[in-house]
Nanobody
Framework: QVQLVESGGGLVQAGGSLRLSCAASGSIFSTNAMGWYRQAPGKQRELVARFTPGGTTDYADSVKGRFAISRDNAENTIYLQMNSLKPEDTAVYYC???????????????WGQGTQVTVSS
């Protein structure tokens, strides 16, 4: 059983900052990658930032230079520092864990419950 618990969302004015956290617990294989996605009303869920299985990072073009993903491997926790927030960043932010058994080939996705980020203009 895997659980992802997010925290840190809220309401902020444009230009402000927020920091999201996601703690993973349960049976977590060493072959994994974590990241952040978001979904705005009426839109599809999209990648915000993630660690790849190889340990590099990917960012959506819309957040490059403003957001930074980081992690604490010992705690199975990732963070998303969001600076210079814009109204268009308003969305529910979801933590994602992709994981596969070291001897397997199938990746499974796990999702947190989501945390609301609202940026007022």
């Amino acid at each position: 059983q895997v659980q992802l618990v997010e925290s840190g969302g809220g309401l902020v004015q444009a230009g402000g900052s927020l920091r999201l956290s996601c703690a993973a617990s349960g049976s977590i294989f060493s072959t994994n990658a974590m990241g952040w996605y978001r979904q705005a009303p009426g839109k599809q869920r999209e990648l915000v930032a993630r660690f790849t299985p190889g340990g590099t990072t990917d960012y959506a073009d819309s957040v490059k230079g403003r957001f930074a993903i980081s992690r604490d491997n010992a705690e199975n926790t990732i963070y998303l520092q969001m600076n210079s927030l814009k109204p268009e960043d308003t969305a529910v932010y979801y933590c994602n864990l992709k994981m596969k058994h070291p001897m397997g080939v199938v990746w499974r996705d796990y999702w947190g419950q989501g945390t609301q980020v609202t940026v007022s203009s």
